[in-house]
């Protein structure tokens, strides 16, 4: 095993160079790009959110009357949408604090050795360290991916053995009936219809609308605390697990149900075993297996990726819409650092999915399996 965990670690390195790679080259041929969107700003044409610089660029980016001297850039030469009208001198100031005055190649090479020591920089329009603005974003994101995920499991997999247990029975066909319609309704709608029903849309108002905590959370007693927490991500966690829940309760009795029609539970009836032990003696192990192997995407996808609509319903700052806005706003730092670390978190989390196996069933070994 220990071999194992050593080809799949020395195999994440390479996995990661292609992942950087890829999305680095793709960058370099997306149109648009900081450089642009200060001069997009100064010009007036940027409506976005991004209104903070560096001052180093080269004093005041507002001023205008500073960016136009006797120099002038021709609109036919500069190869930046917009750049007319300003000293070439300032675009250059520009390329220097974002770093393409050096060739992509170096960039790419320098943004390497720096994520190999987690060092990720500072983000371009927001003047703080990319780390500290991850930091900041971590907690609604942990707490969204969490405990969706924990709920998802809790409910799912019981639901989903007892529908493979009374399979073709009146509660297997209404409970179906529910899961197709939760899983048909779009998480989104969902949150929607859940604010109009009981969080002052047009009805109750039983739930807050915004943030995670109160505005005077500090101040509450530690049981009220809790209290409050979970209070802000009920309707949060319910209209991101509407989707994860029908597939992970199908998942389950599906993978039952391949196990109950298999040779070993006709032998452990005929032995004599009774129906508890058949399903938690044998079955239990053997379908759990497919349950395993999909909880790292389940997890990871949660935790990092499926949360931006809900976060933005909810006024939820999260890292799910600090990637969007880091997008949109082309601050390649935060961009590429939350990249390399939801890549490197997925693959840790599918090699502890694969540890997880064993312990599941320690017939499986993966000494003599190629990574």
Known sequence: MAAYIVRRI?????????????????????????????????????TGATSRISGSAGGDFGARGQMQGASQVDATTSKYRGAQGLDPEFIKSLERQFGFDKPAYERFFLMLRNYATFDFGKSYF????????????????????????????????????????????????????????????????????????????????????????????????????ILDYFWHLTLPII????????????????????????????????????????????????????????????FVHAFFSGSLLIETIFSLDGLGLLGFESVLNRDYPVVFATLYIFSLVGLVVNLISDLTYTWVDPRIDFETREV
């Open 10 to 46: 020395l195999f994440m390195i390479p996995t990661l160079l292609g992942i950087m790679l890829v999305s680095f080259i793709v960058v370099q041929f997306a149109p648009g790009g900081p450089v642009e969107r200060v001069i997009a700003q100064i010009s007036g044409s940027d």
């Open 126 to 225: 927001r003047d703080v360290r990319v780390v500290d603005l991850i930091k900041e974003k971590l907690p609604v994101s942990m707490s969204l991916g969490i405990w969706m995920t924990l709920l998802t499991y809790l409910i799912s997999i019981p639901l989903g053995i007892r529908k493979a247990v009374r399979d073709g029975s009146h509660f297997d066909v209404w409970t179906s009936g529910v899961i197709i319609i939760g899983y048909a309704i779009p998480g989104f709608l969902f949150a929607i219809l859940l604010i109009i029903l009981f969080a002052g849309g047009s009805f109750l108002d039983w739930f807050p609308l915004r943030g995670l905590t109160s505005d005077n959370w500090a101040q509450f007693p530690w049981w009220r605390k």
């Open 239 to 298: 209209s991101m697990g509407l989707g994860a829940f029908a597939t992970m309760t199908l998942l389950t009795k599906n993978s039952f149900l391949d196990e109950v029609r298999k040779q070993y539970v006709l032998t452990a009836r005929a032995k004599g075993c009774s129906e508890r032990q058949v399903l938690y003696g044998h079955i239990f192990r053997n379908a759990m297996l497919l349950i395993i192997a999909g909880f790292p995407g389940a």
